[in-house]
């Protein structure tokens, strides 16, 4: 069984619109909830959250943990087509310092 | 510069050969993992190493191996026991800071292909 599940698997979008990406997570001793943008190659490092109810920016993208719902979301505001990637989320429990990650979302943004 | 090399950035392999990925960091990180990458399942952890000389299987270790006999360098061999080895492999480091775990720092990865 997946640990860490996301949806949509993919979606495309035109430039200007607003993107909303879910992770859900199941494990037993959760430490912290990572975000990764993945365009080529190397994933690349957005967010880390490990409170509930905090929200975390950057630019045009936030993100926000729900401890007791055990999920997270992503939010990309008006998309340009720079924002298409493979959005990955990953959880860390404690004690053990492995990343577990999901499948991924794929996001095309049209111009 | 600092940062993770992973080489080669393109391998391919015959069927029955052992192959090493190469992944060195200088960011002095205690920590480093092995991923792979297949279409539609996102990252699934081969091997992960928090110390030098010890390390520990991922959810799909079968068919791999490592070693840490530096801190700076975490080689991956695909033997010939690894039945699908075509994908393409991540290598990542963190730091352990307090006992927490900082974010992951990916290298540029390797594409292997089985010819």
């Known amino acids: 069984e997946d640990k860490v599940v996301q949806s949509p698997l993919s979606l495309v979008v035109h430039e200007g619109d607003t993107v909303t990406l879910n992770c859900s997570y199941e494990v037993t001793n959760f430490r912290s909830l990572l975000w990764y943008k993945q365009e080529k190659k190397a994933p690349t490092f957005l967010f880390m959250l490990t409170s509930s109810g905090i929200e975390k920016k950057s630019g045009r993208l936030s993100s926000i943990l729900d401890k007791k719902e055990l999920s997270s979301i992503l939010n990309i505001t008006a998309t340009q087509t720079g924002d298409s990637a493979i959005y990955l989320c990953a959880v860390e429990e404690v004690y053990d310092y492995k990343l577990s990650f999901g499948a991924g979302t794929t996001v095309t943004v049209r111009a | 510069d600092g940062g993770i090399t992973q080489s080669p950035k393109y391998l391919f392999r015959k069927e029955g050969q052992n192959v090493t990925l190469s992944c060195e960091q200088n960011l002095n990180h205690d920590a480093m993992y092995w991923y792979r990458q297949d279409p539609g399942q996102g990252l699934r952890l081969i091997y992960y190493?928090?110390?030098?000389?010890?390390?520990q299987k991922g959810d799909i270790a079968e068919g791999y191996s490592v070693s840490r006999e530096k801190k700076e360098s975490f080689p991956l061999t695909v033997t010939s026991a690894q039945k699908n080895p075509t994908a393409f492999y991540l290598c990542?480091?963190?730091?352990?800071?307090?006992?927490?775990?900082?974010?992951?720092?990916f290298g540029q990865g390797t594409r292997l292909t089985v010819v």
């Open positions: 190493s928090q110390i030098v000389n010890d390390f």
């Open positions: 990542a480091t963190s730091s352990i800071v307090g006992g927490e775990n900082t974010e992951a720092f």
